[in-house]
């Protein structure tokens, strides 16, 4: 069982906009602004796309975003293309000896 | 261009060792911390152990301290994760991955992983 919970799986249209929620605790989530988003194709590198809540890396496009509210961060993708299916992982520092802990994964499907 | 490219993986007994490898180029690889970072089949991701970038300090995470040792060579820009005694829940696909941020908490460019498979 992940330290951080996402849901399994989020459906969406093309142009549409979906969020993905990772809900942690006070000792994690809630507790810094440490929350960073990973995209994971089969069989290739984790791409990192959302850093510190709500910071982007150079090269990625600006239809993503972060936020958090609590104990509860989100990605969201907007105007979704065929491209973005794939799993989405949230990460955060955490206090205790681990230092990062993940969510389970959300597998993203365009329809 | 960053790239980090793992080697080394494969089917182990359980008991058995192996040592698992990781080819970096593109950045200036004695300036950054690095880690290794797993997912076994099916499962999420799980952080697995970090190195300082002069190698004189490394974190575990609980479930293979005393087993697993991460080291690094600067002059060979490679890093490396020796496993020993190795458990069925030791398999998975391992990735290595450059730390960023202070306190360490995330990873801005990853490899592909190579799968270890610890089976009889």
């Known amino acids: 069982q992940s330290a951080l919970t996402q849901p399994a799986s989020v459906t969406g249209s093309p142009g549409q906009s979906i969020t993905i929620s990772c809900t942690g605790t006070s000792s994690d989530v809630g507790g810094y602004n440490y929350v960073s988003w990973y995209q994971l194709y089969p069989g290739k590198a984790p791409k990192l796309m959302i850093y510190d809540v709500s910071n982007r890396p150079s090269g990625v496009s600006n239809r993503f975003s972060g936020s958090k509210s609590g104990n509860t961060a989100s990605l969201t993708i907007s105007g979704l293309q065929a491209e973005d299916e794939a799993d989405y992982y949230c990460s955060s520092y955490t206090s205790s000896s681990t230092l990062v802990v993940f969510g389970g994964g959300t597998k993203l499907t365009v329809l | 261009e960053v790239q980090l490219v793992e080697s080394g993986g494969g089917l182990v007994q359980p008991g058995g060792s192996l040592r698992l490898s990781c080819a970096a180029s593109g950045f200036t690889f004695s300036g950054y911390w690095m880690s290794w970072v797993r997912q076994a089949p099916g499962k999420g991701l799980e952080w697995v152990a970090n190195i300082k970038q002069d190698g004189n300090e490394k974190y575990y995470v609980d479930s293979v301290k005393g087993r697993f040792t991460i080291s690094r060579d600067n002059a060979k820009n490679s890093l490396y994760l020796q496993m020993n005694s190795l458990r069925a829940e030791d398999t998975a696909v391992y990735y290595c991955?450059?730390?960023?941020?202070?306190?360490?908490?995330?990873?801005?460019?990853w490899g592909q992983g190579t799968l270890v498979t610890v089976s009889s």
């Open positions: 991955a450059r730390s960023r941020g202070w306190p360490l908490h995330y990873f801005d460019y």
